[in-house]
């Protein structure tokens, strides 16, 4: 199954793993380096700057800031560099990223200043000193600096206080101006009314973007380089992160590649004993290659955007197939169902739609969970009368004309008949007609080869 997997991934382009994300609600502000008379500084004069909420239209310069956060983010909070306090949610030494919450005036602030806990400006220094662990030369680390001197002396202050303060001066003239059209309003005959009341919408609308910036909200800091750079430190550190404990992990061999334990929805429980086997000869059952990791981890959280169906096809034999279930699912603006894609692919590929698992993932409270993955033989997809020889299947009801049906293929029998069958307790009708099926029905109808006398019992 990992193989199968790993090859999948390997099949996903850079811009289908971020179909489906977006900016972390929150400010994001970008920073450039310059150089005076030979010497590097920032550039704290002149920065770019824009709010993400949930409601913002991704505009380019926040496209440009999720595709950095992307690759500057940690997997999981556990494997931050911020242990054990876990404010800093990023991972590289060209971004800084944490929430309001644990600014002078924030809730988490005022926890740890009770608690006499280490506040995080305390903490920037530890934070670069392993984000610069990422680097590869002395003369890298020495030329972000300055970066690193932004944090651990608090100049980072100045930005985030003149970003309140004109959040603070438009609030306050929007006010001014949302008051003055009330009265307007009030004042207007009827006619008027209506396009007043759209100013008015229009005023609230943008009192939204300058509202007080809430505790949950992200400062995101970037340094205005190349996403390659951003890319190849971000790799740097999930070769060593992504494995479930370095414990097992091999020295890199002559092309470079690390073996380690599997982290992909893997508990390994090494620190439950009791959970272990006893009698085994060996520690753990295998290893995989930092390569293969990244991929199964880059997988992974394209699982948890749901952007791929879902049970998704994983062909075994044909590569080919593979890449035609991500082009199909990428060439249209609606999201596909299995069973357009099933229905898709045996037009052109009738012969080859067998040997494929079907992976079914869904996204709880605890997590991304692999719900089922089965082994689909074959497919069986046109559904022939064993009795007259016709191309479809005639159902009809003993006791009524109401539900009869001459069916062609088991998704017409799926969207059509089961409904009825299970009394929509098992599969159901939106208002707008659209048929959500739950899977284990899926699985019955899928898996199991369907004759006629089965289907009149």
């Given amino acids: 199954m990992i193989k199968e997997l790993v090859q999948f991934s390997g ?8 179909l489906g994300t977006k900016p972390k609600v929150g400010i994001h502000i970008l920073l450039s380096l310059e150089n005076k008379d030979g010497a590097l500084s920032l550039n704290v004069a002149e ?23 992307l690759n500057a983010w940690c997997i999981d909070t556990n494997k931050c560099f911020d242990l054990p ?23 988490k602030y005022e926890v740890n200043e009770t608690k006499g806990k280490t506040q995080i400006y305390d903490r920037f220094k530890s934070y670069f000193e392993k984000s610069f662990e990422l680097l590869e030369t002395e003369e890298e ?24 303060d004109l959040y603070a001066e438009k609030r306050e003239l929007l006010t001014k101006k949302l008051e003055g059209l009330k ?13 007043i009341k759209e100013k008015i919408g229009d005023v609230n609308s943008k009192l939204l973007e300058v509202a007080e910036i809430d505790d949950g909200e992200y400062f995101i800091f970037y340094l205005n380089e190349p996403l390659r750079i951003y890319k190849k430190a971000h790799t740097k550190y999930l070769s060593d992160k992504l494995f479930n404990s370095d414990k097992y992990n ?67 034999y044909e590569e080919e197939l593979n890449e035609e279930v991500v082009s199909l699912f990428r060439s249209n603006e609606k999201r596909m169902r299995y069973g357009e894609i099933i229905t898709s692919l045996y037009e ?50 003993l006791f009524t004309d109401k539900y009869a049906f001459k069916i062609h293929n088991i998704f017409t029998f799926q969207n059509q008949i089961l409904p009825v069958i299970f009394n929509n307790n098992l599969i159901v009708k939106t208002k707008d007609e659209k048929v959500i099926i739950k899977y284990f029905v899926r699985r019955a109808v899928y898996l199991v080869p369907l004759t006629v006398n089965q289907i009149k019992a």
């Fill in 183 to 195: 009265e307007q309003h009030e004042k207007a005959i009827k006619e008027e009314q209506k396009k």
């Fill in 47 to 69: 920065y770019e700057v824009e709010r993400c909420t949930k409601k913002t239209t991704e505009s380019d310069y926040l496209e440009q800031c999720k595709l950095y956060h």
């Fill in 85 to 107: 306090m876990k404010a800093i949610h990023s991972c590289s030494p060209f971004c800084v990223a944490f929430k309001r919450e644990h600014l002078i005036g924030g809730t």
């Fill in 250 to 316: 091999t020295k890199p061999d002559e092309d470079g590649l690390i073996y380690g334990t599997n982290n992909f929805l893997n508990g390994f429980n090494v620190s439950k004993p009791f959970l272990m086997h006893k009698t085994a000869s060996f520690d753990i059952t295998g290893r995989i290659s930092n390569d293969d990791a990244l991929k199964l981890h880059e997988f992974q959280q394209v699982l948890r955007l749901n952007t791929l169906p879902n049970p998704l096809p994983i062909f075994i």
């Fill in 141 to 164: 680390k020495e030329k972000y600096r300055v970066f690193e001197h932004f944090f651990t002396h608090k100049s980072f202050e100045k930005i985030v206080n003149s970003i309140n």
């Fill in 348 to 397: 052109s590929h009738k012969k080859d739609l067998e040997n494929y698992y079907l992976l079914f993932s869904q996204n709880t409270k605890d997590g991304l969970m692999i719900k089922d993955f089965d082994f689909v033989s074959k497919f069986e997809y046109e559904l022939k009368s064993e009795e007259n020889n016709e191309d479809y299947l005639n159902i009809e009801p």
């Fill in 11 to 18: 099949l996903l382009t850079d811009d289908f793993k971020v």
